[in-house]
């Protein structure tokens, strides 16, 4: 995917025309003006690094574009970034550091258990917190300062509990789900089971763990397969579910594997190898989808980082733009939040972030297998 730098910087000029309305970009004067800050916060370290990390550098990117392009009426964008170390303890802490120092929004967080954490620091201050990932139900219609660009987990995980009933005719199956991020592995869980106990099928087993370099995959392995299901849903990071993947096909090599998005992310086949073949998930991203803007950003961000920026990357470029192009129409008088809110409609790389009066978002799902190392949608 590689390119020369002169057609890499033309592409970085359609992307970002792409993005930014006519009629902003002013010239910069002798004395520029204070910046526009703008915060992130993702797990950029641990066990769920590659999300965070895609996150984070797509947010950069769609800063760099919109700077190059003329900033804010003028005005440069700083994007502030913080690591939350997937603690609860920490993503409260720099949110709190972020608002100090005068972020009018903050991107993030990437995981549901740590926007949990955030929401109430956000709504205290009246900072729109404006999250890539997020899904987990416990957040869902509220009228607070937490917004989303993916839908909650009751909008799409029931499309995947009916083709594992109805397609793959699976009937009785165990689940293994991280105990760490359970604001949205029980969320997702939840609604598996509901969805799946609708048309004939139940989780006959759910085991919860501690995600860590000392969880014991094999043993947990061999609990979920030894009620005999017909397949096993694990809802856990890449590390974790690439990790329990092995495990499970040294025990069983056929036995049908479901995965959750969270754990979707290219680092997932770079660690599961074989052992993560013909394993299922529900997804709101094509890796292969023609839409012109995501195929320019998909282009630049591989040039710019060396990598694939996968759903998270798509996902916090949405969630950038979102903030920056309802800066950029800020009227005077209102906040960021009822901007975004009157608005409702924004470009997207895949389809479009359209927000409900709650922040809320419906967006299409896919379901996606593993075949050759690659995620292939087949529904």
Request: proline letters at 4%; glycine letters at 8%; charged letters at 25%.
């Amino acid at each position: 995917m590689g390119s020369d730098r002169r057609g890499c910087l033309a592409d970085s000029r359609k992307l970002a025309w792409f993005f930014i309305p006519l009629g902003i970009v002013v010239l910069l004067g002798c004395n520029p003006p204070a910046p526009i800050r703008i915060g992130f916060v993702g797990g950029t370290s641990g066990r769920v690094a590659d999300l965070g990390i895609a996150g984070r550098d797509a947010v950069l990117l769609a800063v760099e574009l919109r700077n190059r392009a003329g900033g804010i009426a003028g005005r440069k964008v700083e994007l502030l970034i913080r690591d939350d170390e997937q603690k609860s303890e920490v993503a409260q802490r720099v949110t709190r550091e972020l608002i100090a120092q005068g972020v009018v929004a903050i991107i993030g967080p990437m995981t549901s258990a740590m926007a949990v954490a955030m929401a109430p620091v956000v709504n205290e201050a009246r900072v729109p917190l404006i999250s890539p990932t997020v899904v987990t139900n416990e957040l869902t219609d509220r009228n607070d300062y937490f917004l989303r660009v993916s839908s909650p987990t009751r909008e799409y995980v029931r499309k995947i509990a009916l083709h594992e009933r109805n397609a793959r005719g699976l009937r009785r199956v165990t689940a293994v789900y991280d105990l760490d991020n359970r604001a949205y592995t029980e969320s997702w869980l939840n609604d598996f089971r509901a969805a799946f106990a609708e048309s004939g099928g139940e989780i006959i087993q759910a085991i919860g763990f501690q995600s860590g370099s000392d969880t014991a995959f094999l043993r947990i392995a061999n609990d979920l397969l030894a009620p005999q299901p017909d397949g096993v849903v694990i809802v856990a990071n890449s590390v974790d579910t690439a990790m329990f993947c092995q495990q499970i096909r040294k025990l069983d090599a056929r036995i049908p594997l479901v995965g959750s998005e969270w754990g979707a992310t290219e680092r997932l086949t770079e660690l599961g190898g074989k052992a993560v073949e013909g394993l299922t998930v529900a997804q709101i991203f094509d890796r292969n989808n023609t839409a012109p803007g995501y195929r320019v950003f998909r282009q630049i961000y591989f040039d710019r980082f060396r990598r694939e920026p996968g759903f998270g990357g798509v996902a916090a470029f949405d969630a950038a733009n979102v903030v920056l192009e309802a800066l950029a129409r800020h009227p005077a008088k209102r906040n960021l939040k009822e901007t975004i809110l009157t608005l409702r409609r924004f470009k997207g790389l895949q389809q479009p972030v359209v927000f409900d009066e709650f922040g809320e978002t419906r967006r299409d799902s896919v379901i996606t297998v593993v075949r050759d190392g690659e995620f292939v949608v087949i529904e």
